[in-house]
């Protein structure tokens, strides 16, 4: 879904860059309510994951692979406005550093991947969470759901860019079926991949799942070999640390790490197969006016260290910068927004009555 430069005019481009850049501005003043000292850090994880695991692509049709777009994602885990810049820092990272996704392109790209993901998924999944039970098997069910749909919206999406401002001349009705009826099977794969991980943090963490706010992780006990729900501790008993007093560093780590190994090595095994738009492209022949990237010649182009010449060592060294230079630059903009925030807070709040 990563739309390279020369396949939407200039003028439409343009016009996407400013929704774009709307919507981050927007993003950055919403995620202000999103972010506390805990979600800060853990948002720039989110960022750093969906990069890597962009880098895993996996089959879905003869000749034809998808990856994780990853709002859905990061839009249950750390809130819709945070997702909405997750994903940003995640694109900004791929086009500057690695020559993937244009930079002429980045709006439409913004717009696709980062804007309409979210705003689909998490439409989605609130939608359902009215009418399902409350729970953790729910939360799991509506990710899912909302995952499903996000991607074939982005590639709708796609299909009203090059409407507009689509560089060949090639039938809509062609790109919008093309489109659409692969990114519903890469929807699969990203819903898979969301549920999975979703239902893991909540798992461990409920309480620092943006979607899941109010799901409690019962105690468990092993019984016979089986987990099952200790018994509510009696009135007299003491009470339990609160879930904001307990430490993110854990599950930062492990997430970190997890990231890392993802990209570092697991990525090495992904499929060679084009994805999804590239595919339609060439098919379509909607790539006949491409252009060569603006950072072709960076050192990371193409997910690939420049001059080491073992395949296996260059993908991986490149996916472990990524993730660094992704943790790290989406972790201090979400500190910043997050800092932005407790200075909100300090402007308003009341003064303290003087002694008299």
């Known amino acids: ?5 020369g396949f939407i005019n200039a003028p439409v481009s ?3 860059g400013a929704v774009a850049a709307t919507a981050v501005a927007v993003s950055l003043r919403g995620a202000r309510r ?25 089959p879905v049709a003869a000749g034809t692979s998808g990856h994780l777009l990853g709002g859905a994602l ?6 819709p406005y945070t997702g909405v810049l ?3 820092v995640v694109l ?10 244009g930079l002429t392109a980045l709006g439409v790209n913004i717009s696709n991947m980062a804007v309409v993901t979210v705003v689909v998924a998490y439409a989605v999944f609130r939608g359902l969470l009215k009418v399902l039970p409350a729970g953790r098997r729910s939360v799991t069910v509506a990710a899912f759901a909302g995952a499903l749909l996000s991607v074939p919206g982005a590639a709708v999406m796609f299909t009203l860019f090059y409407a507009l401002g689509g560089t060949t001349d090639v039938p809509i009705g062609k790109v919008f079926t093309a489109m659409v009826g692969v990114h519903v099977l890469i929807g699969i794969g990203e819903a898979v991949i969301t549920a999975a991980t979703v239902g893991a943090v909540i798992a461990v963490r409920p309480d620092l799942v943006h979607g899941a706010r109010g799901l409690a992780a019962p105690l468990k006990l092993r019984v016979d070999g089986r987990l099952v729900d200790a018994p509510a501790a009696p009135a007299s008993a003491a009470a339990p640390v609160p879930a904001a007093a307990r430490s993110t560093r854990p599950l930062w ?5 997890t990231a890392l190994v993802l990209a570092g090595f697991v990525s090495y095994y992904a499929s060679s197969s084009p994805d999804g738009l590239e595919k339609v492209a060439a098919d379509q022949g909607i790539d006949a006016k491409a252009r060569e990237h603006a950072a072709a010649g960076s050192p990371l182009a193409d997910y690939s260290v420049k001059d080491v010449s073992d395949a296996r060592l260059s993908g991986g ?4 910068i990524g993730v660094g230079v992704t943790v790290v630059v989406g972790t201090g903009i979400f500190w910043s927004v997050r800092r932005r925030r407790a200075e909100d807070l300090t402007a308003t709040a009341p003064a303290a009555p003087s002694a008299h």
């Open 34 to 58: 999103e972010l506390d000292e805990r979600t800060a850090p853990l948002a720039g994880l989110v960022a750093a994951f969906i990069f890597a695991v962009q880098m895993l692509n996996f």
């Open 1 to 5: 879904m990563h739309v390279p430069d």
């Open 317 to 320: 060294l490149a996916g472990i």
């Open 86 to 88: 997750c994903v940003s």
């Open 253 to 257: 780590i492990s997430g970190l790490v």
């Open 92 to 101: 900004l990272m791929q086009g500057i550093l690695f020559a993937d996704g």
């Open 74 to 79: 990061a839009a249950i885990l750390v809130g």
């Open 14 to 16: 343009v016009a996407a």
